[in-house]
């Protein structure tokens, strides 16, 4: 089976720019959680689903970042407008309910602003 | 906040040898995993203990777990190069989140 796939895996814009980050979950999970990660935050959660319906948005850092998914293969993160300490790695994970607490993560997406 | 944080921040050995992470936490737990991160890549789920557990194994892992302590350690055994590369221990609060909080990590570099 595919992993949980993410794109693009980089991605440089300019400041000001609209961002749109993309992940496809593992086919039958139900759960898909977006993290952010820096070197001097580590490993933050944004938000994430549960049947496609958001469950928790605390983690979003403010309104220029938003999330949907419209169906349950596809999720976005969209950034807009852009700032250069938005630049991070933006991870996608997925799990199932029923199984282990374990979740599976996507390679990620490299994000630099300029 | 940041729970399960880790220590060391950096960790350097011979290959062959043990190589042991701490992960503390400050709030109860349901469970706690632990992660491994590959430069450039994905985090990797390795292994999960449960609150009620105290000792887990898998492979060369072994994990260990102390709710009176609130910490945890992950301990490889005959390091490998191919154990380089940073891990994370992660938190579940349970009370039906499946969120995980994770600390920032320990650097592991296995020199052959």
């Known amino acids: 089976d595919a992993g949980v796939i993410q794109s693009p895996r980089h991605e440089v814009t300019e400041m000001g720019q609209e961002v749109t980050l993309r992940c496809k979950p593992i086919?039958?999970?139900?759960?898909l959680f977006w993290y952010r990660q820096t070197m001097m935050r580590g490993l933050e959660l944004l938000i994430y689903?549960?049947?496609?319906?958001?469950?928790?948005d605390s983690g979003m850092p403010e309104d220029r970042f938003s999330a949907k998914m419209p169906n349950a293969s596809f999720s976005t993160l969209k950034i807009q407008p852009s700032e250069p300490r938005d630049s991070a790695v933006y991870f996608c994970?997925?799990?199932?309910?029923?199984?282990?607490?374990?979740?599976?993560f996507g390679p990620g997406t490299r994000l630099t602003v300029t | 906040s940041q729970q399960g944080e880790e220590d060391p921040q950096a960790l350097s050995i011979q290959e062959g040898e043990n190589a042991t992470m701490n992960c503390s936490y400050k709030?109860?737990?349901?469970?706690l995993q632990w992660y491994r991160q590959n430069s450039g890549r994905g985090l990797v789920h390795l292994i999960l203990?449960?609150?009620?557990?105290r000792e887990k194994h898998s492979g060369r892992l072994r994990v260990t777990l102390d709710t009176s302590k609130k910490s945890s350690s992950l301990l490889i055994t005959a390091s490998r190069a191919a154990d380089t590369a940073s891990y994370f221990c992660?938190?579940?609060?349970?009370?039906?989140?499946?969120?995980?909080?994770f600390g920032k990590g320990t650097k592991l570099s296995v020199i052959p």
């Open positions: 203990i449960r609150s009620n557990e």
């Open positions: 689903f549960n049947n496609n319906v958001p469950i928790d």
């Open positions: 709030t109860s737990i349901n469970n």
């Open positions: 086919s039958g999970h139900d759960y």
């Open positions: 992660a938190k579940n609060s349970g009370a039906g989140s499946y969120q995980l909080t």
């Open positions: 994970a997925s799990r199932k309910t029923g199984q282990s607490y374990e979740q599976y």
